[in-house]
């Protein structure tokens, strides 16, 4: 099997980058990984419903830490070449659905669990079941 371009969602739990680790370890050798970090939506609504920030202050910052991370992250696979990045913001399993039918790629690698809490994955699910079940482009999930 010839694994072209592949979509990794990153947000930065340990979880996430083993999926970079796997991603790399399957794409061919012409095929590129895309992390794709999603600033959330409702963290920002709830950022400015609170009055803890303006909320362009705060997407600001975050875009810019969420930069720095993926520079560091790239830095250390040492596969600059191969790696690309893309920080959106939104819901974060619709971001992911949307860009990879979008940008039309081979695979989804994404970590099982992320950095939302056991109970909250209980109670509405993770993003990992929510991009399964939303998708026909094949998804590995990795713990």
């Known amino acids: 099997m010839d694994i072209g371009d592949v979509v990794v969602p990153v ?3 340990d979880c996430s980058l083993r999926a970079l680790d796997f991603a790399l370890s399957l ?3 012409d095929g590129e990984i895309y992390l794709l970090h ?3 939506n409702t963290f920002l609504d709830r950022v ?9 202050e705060v997407t600001a910052r975050l875009r810019g830490e969420a930069e720095a991370r993926l520079n560091s992250v790239i830095a250390d ?3 600059a070449g191969k790696i690309n990045k893309m920080i959106v913001i939104g819901i ?3 971001e ?3 860009i990879a039918k979008d940008l039309d790629f081979s695979l989804i690698a ?6 939302a809490s056991p109970l909250e994955q209980l109670l509405f699910g993770g993003t990992a079941d929510k991009v399964l079940r939303g998708t026909h482009i094949p998804v590995i999930c990795v713990p």
Do not use: C, T, Y
Request: a negative charge; hydrophobic letters at 40%; glycine letters at 10%.
């Open 77 to 79: 696979k040492q596969a």
């Open 48 to 56: 400015a419903e609170h009055n803890l920030g303006e909320r362009e």
């Open 38 to 40: 999603v600033i959330d």
């Open 11 to 13: 947000d930065f739990s």
């Open 92 to 94: 974060p399993f619709v």
């Open 110 to 115: 994404m970590g099982i669990r992320g950095s």
């Open 27 to 29: 794409i061919s050798e």
């Open 96 to 98: 992911i659905l949307r």
